[in-house]
């Protein structure tokens, strides 16, 4: 257990996945809402925490913004891909503009000719979605290991719920926590990473090395590094709330 409230101010940074987190998952990105009261359960425990608080998520930061609205945190998008400091600098890979336009187009023609299919565009990074096509899914990881071959190694495949993703292949949520840890109002605190799928696991494996707490959401037959386990959204929005928090049961091996 987290041993006190001041323990819990002075001790602990807060990185949180949204997705399948914070949110329920839906059918598309664009099918979320944050309520109300969810941006005051962060904003005070942003406030809790001396604003050590990031939010570290596969959306872009332009797409976290748009529904955290008027709230702006401190966050990584793009699955590290895109990081905003404490101070509000944004920091971007360099991508080549030309090679993914011709990506785009392609995946955009594939995405048209199979109905079910969403091809999310996060600039950096293009993703598609099959959660309304399930069984399309051998057909999504086939065509996106065509583009990957043809980018190489600069870019890589993300596997998701649901969704395979082409990115940049240097960083991730776990390179992006690697980061803020050495930045105010992170250094010298403990990590805390919640997160509810694959694309957390380095996060995890980043956050245990610090000797921090790596949460992992959902069901305990699905294998993971985290060293504990919340149930569900739910389960995550009530220890948010809870004063000083209290560490979930460990994952059952």
Known sequence: MLDSASHDR???????????????????????HVSPALKQ?????????DGALALVSGRSLANLDQ??????FIASGVH???RRTAEGQVLRPEVDAATI???????????????????EDKHYALAVHFRRAPEMQDEVYRIMSEV???LGSVFALQAG???????????????????FMQEAPFAGRKPIFIGDDVTDE?????VNAMDGLSIRVGHPSVPTRARHRLGGVSEVLRWLKSTPPVVPPPPAQ
């Open 161 to 179: 719920k649901s969704v395979l993703e082409l990115r940049p292949g240097a960083w991730t949520k776990g390179s992006s926590i690697e980061s």
């Open 41 to 49: 359960l962060l904003e005070d425990v942003r406030w809790r925490l």
């Open 148 to 150: 990957q071959a043809q």
């Open 67 to 72: 529904l955290f609205s008027p709230l702006r």
């Open 101 to 119: 336009a011709r990506v785009r187009n392609q995946l955009a023609e594939f995405v048209r000719g199979h109905e079910g299919l969403l091809l």
């Open 10 to 32: 002075g001790g602990w940074a807060l990185f949180l996945d949204v997705d399948g987190t914070l949110l329920e998952l839906a059918e598309t990105p664009q099918g979320v």
């Open 80 to 82: 590290g891909c895109e």
């Open 202 to 206: 380095d996060a995890f494996a980043v």
